[in-house]
């Protein structure tokens, strides 16, 4: 082999492994920022990982929320009307935040199937919801409908 062509095939191999192990270290670094979403029928089915920090999100079940007089610490379940998840959240809950309303909450879920949010986020006015939460309620209701029930429809 030529000397200047082996010498050019020396630098291209370095440049490739370069960007490769550039590449692998910004995919790892990025791996922990992703926040996957999950519907309450997914984590009731245990398709979430745990202990992961994850989105779940739905609606806030009536009749479920549960404020501690002496703390910050609220529970309360989010359900897609098919399956409803617990969530513990420990600090000041946004303004929209109410019963029947459609929330994310961002957060983890631990080993005996409770999600405990860092973050809540309720919905900005009456007409928005958030993307995920529709297609998981639709796809939820959509699944009630199959399996022969009598469900209520859900209107936005």
Do not use: C, W
């Amino acid at each position: 082999m030529h000397p200047i062509r082996k010498k050019r095939l020396t630098i291209v191999l370095f440049l490739v492994l370069g960007l490769g192990l550039a590449v692998g270290l910004t995919t790892y670094a990025l791996r922990q920022n992703i926040n996957l979403f999950y519907d309450p029928t997914q984590i009731s089915a245990g398709e979430a990982p745990v202990d992961v920090r994850i989105r779940a999100g739905g609606m806030v079940e009536e009749g479920s929320v549960k404020r501690d007089p002496d703390s910050l610490r609220v529970e309360f379940r989010v359900t897609d009307f098919n399956a409803s998840v617990p969530v513990e959240y420990t600090g000041i809950l946004p303004d929209l935040f109410a019963e029947g309303q459609g929330v994310v909450a961002m957060g983890r879920l631990d080993a005996n199937g409770r999600f405990v949010a860092d973050q809540v986020l309720a919905k900005h006015d009456e007409n928005y919801m958030p993307p995920e939460v529709a297609d998981a309620l639709e796809k939820a209701s959509k699944g009630q409908h199959k399996a022969g029930g009598a469900a209520d429809t859900v209107s936005y």
